[in-house]
Every structure is written in C-alpha cells, then in structure tokens.
C-alpha cells in the first residue's frame, strides 16, 4: 500500500488563512442552522449543521481509504484516529459542506426542485471543488498520493463528485426520514450525515 509523505511540513501561514476562512463559513453556517430553527420552531436544522460537524470524523478513514494526507509537523489538530490527524481546517470544511450545505440541499427538496436545477446545483459544488482545490495543494496544506488516475494539478478530478454524492445523499435521507423522526428521535439525523458522507465514499 502507497505511504503517505509524513515528511511534509504544514504551511503555517496558509493554515492560518484557511483556518480563518473556513472556521468563518462554519460559523455562518451555524448561524443559518440557528435562524431556521428558531423561525420554524423546529430544532432539525440546527441538528444538521451539528451533524455536519460530527461528520468531521468520517475524514481519517476517508483519508486512510483515499490516499489524502494532512501534514501532520506543525499541524492544529482538531482529533486524531486511524493513525492520522486531523486539523481544524477540515472540521470548518465539513460544517460547511457536509452542514450549511446539505441544510440548504433539503431546503431545496421541501420547495420542490426540479431534475434539472437539481444537477446543475450538483455540477456547481463540483466545478467549485474543482477550481479552488489545486490551490491548497499545490502550497502543501494537504496533499494526495499514491497512482490516482485522473489527476489535474495533484487533484485526481474523481473527489469532487464522491464528496457532491456524500452530502446529496445526506440530504435526501434526512429529508425523507425527518418526517418520522418525532421528540429525541430527531437526534439522529447527526449520525445520518455522517451515513450520507461515508455512502458517497463508498459507492
């Protein structure tokens, strides 16, 4: 099995914009989570930006599974498991992504979204993944390696689409399952976006 480059030094400046950066979406997305659930008096969505946190701990097997590696040397770590740590960059990411997002991604289904808004939604969170991804690797804040195909700039272009599928899934089983979910039963939804994000790992 390819090792990962434990040699690698995280970027402390780039760590510190990114922190800043995605920390500050995840507050926002926190902040969304909170509004919802005090105007519809219904404490789902502020469950799922939680479960967008939590999912953070899907990353170190994810990561383990999918040949990605975060510097460790001069790392902030948020947890560590499955022998890799894991920085609060990716705990900012994952509230936002797998919180903020997949809190809106339902919004959309309850309105009624069509196929065709659907995908292009879909092909937006790609084309995003895919444009600002390579900037971050190629200054060393993480990296992939091993023989991935597809590669463009160090990013093998098949993530963005398993991370759209991860939180797609996660909103529709959220979405279709709410209705049943009565009193403490609710709490679950935070183990379910953990369950949409592997699911899109894995198929």
Partial sequence: ?????????MPAAWQLYLTIAFMSCAGASWVYGLVLSLRLRDPLPM?????????VLGEAPVDLLGLCYWP????????????????????????TFYGGIVLMTM???ARGVSYRKLWTWFLIWMVFEWAWEPVPIHFGVWAYYGDQPFRFLGFPLWWP??????AYTAAL???????????????????LVLSGDLMGNAA
Wanted: charged share 15%; aromatic share 10%.
């Fill in 107 to 109: 919004r959309q289904f």
């Fill in 161 to 166: 689409p398993v991370n759209t599928v991860g």
């Fill in 173 to 191: 089983l959220i979405y279709r399952l709410a209705p049943q979910l009565k009193g403490a039963a609710k709490l679950l939804v935070i183990p």
């Fill in 47 to 55: 469950l799922v930006v939680i479960g967008g946190s939590v999912a």
């Fill in 72 to 95: 460790e040397i001069g790392q902030w770590t948020v947890y560590e498991a499955f022998g890799r740590k894991i920085p609060f960059i990716a705990l900012g990411a994952y509230t």
């Fill in 1 to 9: 099995m390819p090792q990962p480059p434990v040699e690698m030094v």
